[in-house]
C-alpha cells in the first residue's frame, strides 16, 4: 500500500514539472512584435555569448558555437546578418521590405531560450503637402503618398481636428481644413505618421480675422495675373517687330539683287577685229574721221558700229 501511495506521489509530481516546463517553454517561445526601417540596421534583443542560434522561419541563418559566429552564405542574408561578441547581439542591416517575418534566437548558454520577433518594416512617411489656399472658402487641403500604416491627421494647436487612414495604398490620403473666423489666429498643422518616423507642416493662413479672404491675397493674386498680361504683350510686340525687320531685310536683299542684274547686263562681250586692206581708204570718211578726233567720247562700241557701218555701206565714203 505504501508503495502503491509512493508510486502516485511520484507520477504526480512528474506531470506538475511536465506542466510547468511546458509553461515555462510556452513563455520563452512568446511572439514579440519589433518594427524597422527599410535601409537601415536592426539588433535583434537577445544576447548569445557562447552557442546559440538565429532561425529565420524554419531555416538557421547564422550560429555561435563556443564564441565563435557562423554566417549562412545564403544570397538572402549574404553580408547583412551579423554577430557582435561585445554585445552578444545579432544584426540585421540594410534592410529591405522583403526581410520582414517571423525570426526566432536560440540561447543555450544557460537556461534555454527561443523568444521569436515577429519584424514588421516600414519605409520613412512622406512630407504631407498644402495645397494653394482657397480663398472663397477660406480652406486648405492636406494630402500625402499613402502607405503601409500611414495616418494624416489635422491638428489646432494640440487638439486633433481630422484624422484619416487607409488600406488601399493606391490612393493618397487627404484631409479638408476649413479656418473659421474666429479660430483663425489658431496654429494648424497638417501631420504624416506611421510607426517608425513623423513629418509635420505648418497650414498657412489664408483668410482674415472675419473669415474672409486676405486683402494681401487678392493683392497678389491681381498682381500677378497683371504681370503675366505684361509679360505676354511685350513677348507678342518683340515677335511682331522681328517679323517685320526680317520681312524688310528680305525686300532689301530682293532689289540688290535685282539692281545686281541689271549692272551685270550692260557688259558686252569685245570682239577683236582684224585690220583690213581698204582700213585706210575709210579715213577721208566723216563720220570715222570725227570719232577719231574726239576719242575720248567714242567708245569701243562706237567704233566697232562705224567699222559695221563702213562695210555695209551705209555710211557715204565719197
Known amino acids: 500500500m505504501n508503495n502503491l501511495f509512493g508510486w502516485t506521489r511520484l507520477m504526480l ?6 506542466v510547468l516546463c511546458a509553461s515555462q517553454q510556452t513563455v520563452n517561445s512568446e511572439t514579440q512584435e519589433v518594427k524597422g526601417i527599410v535601409g537601415k540596421s536592426l539588433s535583434f534583443p537577445e544576447r548569445v555569448f557562447k552557442t546559440g542560434y538565429v532561425r529565420y522561419g524554419e531555416d538557421t541563418t547564422a550560429s555561435v558555437i563556443n564564441g565563435q559566429s557562423h554566417i549562412d552564405s545564403d544570397e538572402r542574408f549574404k553580408n547583412r546578418l551579423h554577430w557582435d561578441n561585445v554585445t552578444g547581439l545579432f544584426s540585421l542591416s540594410d534592410l529591405q521590405i522583403e526581410d520582414a517575418g517571423v525570426y526566432s534566437v536560440e540561447n543555450k ?6 523568444p521569436k520577433f515577429n519584424l514588421n518594416l516600414y519605409y520613412f512617411v512622406s512630407k504631407p503637402q498644402v495645397r494653394e489656399c482657397d480663398s472663397s472658402s477660406c480652406s486648405v487641403v492636406c494630402s500625402v503618398d499613402n502607405e503601409k500604416e500611414v495616418t494624416l491627421t489635422l491638428y489646432r494647436g494640440e487638439e486633433i481636428l481630422n484624422q484619416t487612414s487607409s488600406p488601399d495604398l493606391t490612393t493618397d490620403l487627404s484631409l479638408r481644413l476649413e479656418v473659421e473666423g474666429k479660430n483663425n489666429n489658431s ?5 504624416a505618421s506611421n510607426p517608425v518616423s513623423n513629418e509635420t507642416v505648418l497650414v498657412p493662413k489664408c483668410c482674415s480675422e472675419d473669415g474672409h479672404p486676405k ?19 511685350l513677348v507678342a510686340s518683340g515677335l511682331v517687330g522681328l517679323a517685320i525687320n526680317r520681312k524688310k531685310s528680305r525686300n532689301e536683299h530682293s532689289q540688290d539683287s535685282s539692281e545686281g542684274v541689271q549692272v551685270d547686263n550692260e557688259y558686252a562681250t569685245i570682239t577683236y577685229i582684224k ?3 581698204n582700213q585706210e581708204e575709210r579715213r577721208g570718211i566723216p563720220e570715222l574721221e570725227s570719232r577719231r578726233d574726239n576719242s575720248e567720247m567714242a567708245s569701243v562700241y562706237d567704233s566697232l558700229q562705224l567699222h559695221r557701218m563702213a562695210a555695209s555701206g551705209d555710211v557715204d565714203t565719197a
Open 187 to 191: 496654429t494648424h498643422s497638417c501631420v
Open 215 to 233: 486683402e494681401t491675397d487678392m493683392n497678389e493674386r491681381t498682381q500677378g495675373m497683371l504681370i503675366i498680361a505684361v509679360t505676354c504683350v
Open 13 to 18: 509530481l512528474c506531470f506538475v514539472i511536465d
Open 275 to 277: 585690220q583690213t586692206d
Open 109 to 114: 548558454d544557460g537556461e534555454k531560450r527561443i
